[in-house]
């Protein structure tokens, strides 16, 4: 496997009175797309959370291309190389798809060369490019949030359930454009409850139960083992090809 980017060791995640990330250890190889797995409450939110500094670890370990991250402010983390989605699609719906884009972009400036390889992702963006994101529909706003994570090269990527919610070939043409970006080489940690875009797309799978992690491992291996898929996630993935 290839070196770790980024490693969780022994990570607990306190919010108010609730334990809610209790020992969390896991690694995501460099170059790879690893997918992380759960029931809802499971506590994967808060991991891509704790990851950003959103939420502050209350024990425990996260180091990113080696360096010690668990302290740092939310602005330091970005700064450092990683990029995160949230689930809630957050774009700034009064301005246009491209402020937008700008205000993602840490120099103020887009890359022609980088837009246009978003735009060959994201069609749409390029249509309503002069539009305000405010009009853009539901998936059209997924994929400007993305968008955004991507408009400059990072070395990580954290993104929290891309496909919630969304038709079927809204679905389909992300998973196509997640398979573009991780032919380009790209370290991704995707949260995703459609178990075909996580067999599609996943190298590696983390499997998180109660605020723990219960199973790492090759996607490939989960996907063809129906016992675990039903032991660990209560579902079988064939069901949801």
């Known amino acids: 496997m290839p070196d770790p980017l980024l490693t969780l060791q022994g990570v607990h995640t306190h919010i108010g009175h609730y334990h809610i990330l209790q020992g969390v250890d896991f690694e995501v190889p460099r170059g790879s797309f690893t997918v992380l797995l759960g029931r809802n409450g499971a506590g994967k939110t808060t991991t891509l959370r704790t990851i950003m500094g959103l939420w502050k670890a209350s024990r425990g370990n996260i180091r990113f291309a080696g360096e010690d991250v668990t302290s740092r402010a939310t602005p330091d983390i970005a700064a450092s190389g990683i990029a995160y989605v949230p689930e809630n699609m ?77 038709a079927p070939a809204i679905v389909g043409n992300m998973i196509r454009a997640f398979r573009e970006v991780k032919n380009a080489g790209a370290t991704v940690l995707l949260v995703e409850q459609n178990f075909m875009a996580a067999r599609m797309l996943g190298d590696a799978v983390v499997v998180m139960d109660d605020g723990r992690i219960v199973h790492r491992g090759a996607m490939a291996e989960l996907a063809a083992d129906s016992a675990l898929q039903q032991r660990l996630l209560g579902l079988h993935m064939e069901a949801h090809q």
């Not at 994201?122 to 529909?137: I, K």
């Open 90 to 166: 957050s774009v700034f719906s009064g301005l246009t798809v491209q402020e937008n884009l700008i205000l993602a972009a840490r120099t103020g400036k887009i890359d022609a060369v980088r837009l246009e390889w978003i735009f060959s992702l994201f069609p749409a963006l390029q249509r309503f490019f002069g539009l305000a994101a405010g009009t853009l529909s539901g998936g059209q706003k997924q994929m400007l949030a993305i968008a955004r994570a991507l408009i400059e090269p990072r070395d990580l990527i954290l993104v929290d359930e891309p496909t919630k919610g969304l």
